[in-house]
């Protein structure tokens, strides 16, 4: 799949879910994507959060992995 589509897939994925992170304080910034690595910065609330690992592997990469083929991680900057 052509790169710039899999980061508009991303970037439509990642409005999606901003809203629910935004809910608790936080919010997410996509940086770059890479060989198959999204790199987002979680924003906010979400620094120094307990739950900033949990949000990023259990919603924000199980969604991307999900929804866009190719994706194979997700990893905060």
């Known amino acids: ?4 589509v899999i ?3 991303v970037l439509e ?3 999606k879910l901003r809203p629910y992170i935004n809910r608790d304080g936080g919010d997410i910034r996509f ?3 890479e060989e ?3 790199y987002v910065e979680l924003l906010g609330a979400c620094v120094g959060c307990v739950a900033i ?3 990023l592997k259990d919603g ?3 969604i991307l992995l999900e929804e866009v083929p ?3 991680g997700v990893e905060h900057i």
């Open 1 to 4: 799949m052509d790169e710039q």
């Open 7 to 9: 980061i508009e897939q």
């Open 13 to 15: 994925i990642i409005d």
């Open 31 to 33: 940086v770059k994507y």
């Open 36 to 38: 198959g690595i999204v």
């Open 53 to 55: 690992d949990s949000t």
């Open 60 to 62: 924000v990469e199980a």
């Open 70 to 72: 190719g994706i194979i």
